[in-house]
């Protein structure tokens, strides 16, 4: 007479696989934000500490106020002492500067590179010859 049919419990399994599937997206998770979160910002970090560590005197930098200026003298190793107008130093610490956005160019580079001063007499040279054209054509 009743339709519905009764319910049993079971008996405790002692199944090993039910317990991993249970961990396996936990750990699938953790390999996720390791991969997506965690890897990253550690890469990041080494980058923003070894550009710390790299900077001379003569880099332009900016800093976490967004100030920009041109490193004077490094202090010490927490400090440098930054130009930021003319006649106007200011001390700052290293874990302030957000970014370095050019390093001055070697002297060797400077001497035994092409200037810009080339440039600009190739440039004449081409005036030059298209002068020298014109007055064939108009010969002609």
């Not at 079971?10 to 997206?25: E, H, N, R, V, Y």
């Not at 967004?66 to 440098?80: C, P, R, S, Y």
């Not at 302030?96 to 050019?102: E, Y």
């Not at 160019?105 to 002068?131: I, R, T, V």
Request: glycine share 8%.
């Amino acid at each position: 007479m009743f339709l519905i049919s009764p319910a049993y419990a079971q008996a405790l399994g002692g199944s090993s696989t039910s317990t991993i599937m249970q961990m396996a997206p936990l750990a699938l998770i953790f390999v996720v934000f390791y991969f997506f979160l965690i890897r990253p910002q550690q890469k990041k970090a080494k980058e923003t500490k070894a550009m710390l560590e790299a900077i001379r005197r003569g880099d332009r930098v900016v800093t976490g106020g967004g100030i920009i200026g041109t490193v004077a003298k490094v202090v010490n190793n927490d400090e440098v002492l930054v130009d930021i107008a003319e006649n106007t130093r200011v001390r700052v610490m290293r874990t302030t500067i957000v970014s370095v956005l050019a390093k001055p160019a070697p002297a060797d580079a400077k001497a035994s590179g092409k200037d810009e001063d080339d440039d600009e007499n190739d440039g004449g040279d081409d005036e030059a010859k298209d002068k020298t054209k014109d007055s064939a054509k108009a010969g002609s």
